[in-house]
C-alpha cells in the first residue's frame, strides 16, 4: 500500500512549531496582544493580592482560557480564508461560532474568578476585620 503523509514525531519540531504559531499570534492578532498583556498585568496584581496560594494558581490558570480559546478562534479564520475569500453562510457561520468561543471562554473565565473570590470571601476563615476596620458603619 501507499505511505501515509503522516510526519515523524519529533519533540523539538513540535514546539517549534507551536513557538512559531504563538509568534505570529502575537504578530498579526492585536486582541491576543491585548489579552497576554492582560495576563501579565493581573498575574502581577495575583502576586500582591491578600489570596491564598491554590486560589491564585486558579485565577491564573483560569486567564489562560481566553487567549487559547482566542488561538483556536484565528486559526478557524485563518482556514476558512484560505478555503474562500467570498462571503458565504457556512464561512461566516464557522468564523461566527469561533468568536463564540471566545465569548464562552470569557464567560466561565468570569464564572470562575466568581466563584473563587466568593468562596475566599465568604470563608469562615477570611479575616473580616481589615474590612470592619476601614468601614465607617
Not at 24 to 52: C, D, H, Y
Not at 89 to 95: D, E, I, N, V, Y
Amino acid at each position: 500500500m501507499g505511505e501515509t503523509n503522516k510526519p515523524t514525531f519529533n519533540l523539538f519540531k513540535n514546539i517549534s512549531y507551536a513557538l512559531s504559531g504563538f509568534q505570529n499570534m502575537l504578530r498579526e492578532e492585536t486582541s491576543f496582544k491585548i489579552q497576554i498583556l492582560s495576563i501579565l498585568l493581573v498575574t502581577v496584581g495575583l502576586v500582591f493580592a491578600p489570596l491564598p496560594l491554590p486560589s491564585k494558581l486558579i485565577l491564573f490558570v483560569s486567564m489562560w482560557l481566553i487567549p487559547f480559546a482566542e488561538a483556536i478562534n484565528s486559526a478557524i479564520e485563518r482556514v476558512v480564508d484560505l478555503v474562500t475569500q467570498e462571503h458565504h453562510p457556512l464561512a461566516g457561520q464557522a468564523k461566527d461560532i469561533g468568536a463564540f468561543v471566545v465569548l464562552m471562554a470569557f464567560a466561565i473565565v468570569v464564572m470562575i474568578w466568581g466563584v473563587v473570590l466568593y468562596g475566599v470571601y465568604q470563608s469562615p476563615a477570611h479575616d473580616h476585620s481589615v474590612i470592619s476596620r476601614q468601614s465607617p458603619l
